[in-house]
Nanobody
Framework: QVQLVESGGGLGQAGGSLRLACVSSGSDFSIATMAWYRQAPGKQRDWVARIGSGGYTDYSDSVKGRFTISRNNAKNTLYLQMNSLKPEDTAVYYC?????????WGPGTQVTVSS
């Protein structure tokens, strides 16, 4: 069983920055591929970014060049630095990992970007 808890959401302004964090339970965090997803009101949940155990990163086109995913294995924590925020970044952001064939999600953290 894996527990994920996000934090750091809130209200941001267009052009501003926010940083999200996700703390994971378990002793195997360092070997896990971790990801961020987001879901805007009335829309499907979309993939945002992922980071492999070796530090490889990948981003959706909508956030590439603005968001940075990173991890601190000593703290079992995943991060998402969000810069140059846009109103269309408004969504609930979820931390995700897959382990032993099961999907694990955090409860999500709301990010609202005002223009």
């Amino acid at each position: 069983q894996v527990q994920l808890v996000e934090s750091g959401g809130g209200l941001g302004q267009a052009g501003g920055s926010l940083r999200l964090a996700c703390v994971s339970s378990g002793s195997d965090f360092s070997i896990a591929t971790m990801a961020w997803y987001r879901q805007a009101p009335g829309k499907q949940r979309d993939w945002v970014a992922r980071i492999g155990s070796g530090g490889y990163t990948d981003y959706s086109d909508s956030v590439k060049g603005r968001f940075t995913i990173s991890r601190n294995n000593a703290k079992n924590t995943l991060y998402l630095q969000m810069n140059s925020l846009k109103p269309e970044d408004t969504a609930v952001y979820y931390c995700y990992r897959r382990r032993s064939g099961s999907d694990y999600w955090g409860p999500g953290t709301q990010v609202t970007v005002s223009s």
